[in-house]
């Protein structure tokens, strides 16, 4: 006998299996959503956090205003890194940054960096690479003599000048060794060529007719860069490779925001 009323779905059936589909496309709908929304809210706290190191470090190493500055936070998850008080790593690239006479590129590699400005990072290490048409900035520091060329080659500084002996012009070739000490870069003469023959710094100045161009030629002239950079920071070492001169200073424990990051240094 028919009542007229409808039989429930018996477990197993379509109408049952189209219910547990509903229910799992439900929850990978509500999955995504969650999963979007973490991404959203990473993007927007490494935005932040980039923003807030980039100003500092903008102030700390005197970035001209309008310069590109990149920072990139590094070790995956910013919010995760968020709630353990500290970013892994940081690196920052700046195009163009200006030292005095001086103009090239600089770097930033930082480990361990506090979420409190008050508390020391791990590591901070700065390269300023200088290439080799910007380097006639530092031509009169490099001898007493109007400097023809200037190039950097095989770890030295390769100067050339043409000097007048007797109402002759005489070229000259003063190879240089860069080195930094106290904050100061330094330029120590490794080679003298006169006429493509070798002197040494003692010999070209008992030559007869040259002891006041090799006074001249002799006279260097040290580049103080800490002055330009903060008190934190200290001038490690200085290469030439691949026609750039590269200075690195390292600050490691320093705290971007102390008086030490805000503050310029000095040569002594």
């Known amino acids: 006998m028919s009542t007229g009323a409808a039989m429930p779905a018996a477990p197993g059936t379509g109408t049952g299996r189209a219910r547990r589909r509903r229910g799992l496309i439900a929850l990978a709908v509500v999955l995504v959503v969650l999963a979007l929304g973490t991404v959203v809210a990473d993007a927007a706290a490494r935005a932040y956090a980039e923003s807030q190191i980039r100003q500092k470090l903008v102030s700390a190493l005197g970035v001209a205003p309008g310069t590109p500055v990149s920072v990139d936070i590094g070790g995956g998850s910013v919010l995760l890194q968020a709630l353990g008080g500290r970013f892994d790593s940081l690196d920052v690239a700046i195009p163009k940054l200006s030292y005095g006479e001086l103009v090239g590129a600089a770097t930033v590699h930082a ?5 409190d400005g008050s508390a020391p990072l791990g590591t901070l290490a700065v390269g300023y690479s200088v ?12 001898s007493g003599l109007p400097l023809d060329t200037i ?4 770890g030295r500084i390769v100067a050339t000048a043409t000097v007048r002996v007797l109402g002759f012009g005489i070229p000259i070739g003063l190879g240089l060794t860069p080195s930094v000490s106290n904050g100061q870069m330094v330029f120590t003469p490794s080679s003298i060529q006169v006429s493509g023959q070798t002197f040494t710094a003692q010999q070209l100045r008992t030559t007869p007719g040259f ?3 090799a006074r001249a030629l002799l006279t260097q002239r040290s580049f103080c860069l800490a002055q330009y950079l903060p008190k934190a920071l200290t001038v490690t070492s200085v290469t030439v490779a691949d026609h750039r001169l590269t200075l690195s200073a390292s600050g490691d424990g320093a705290v971007l925001g102390g008086t030490d990051l805000t503050t310029k240094g000095g040569c002594s």
């Open 151 to 154: 190039t950097l080659e095989s």
């Open 131 to 142: 290439d080799e048409k910007n380097m006639t900035a530092l031509a009169s520091r490099l």
């Open 211 to 213: 002891s006041q161009v």
């Open 111 to 115: 480990t361990s960096v506090p979420l």
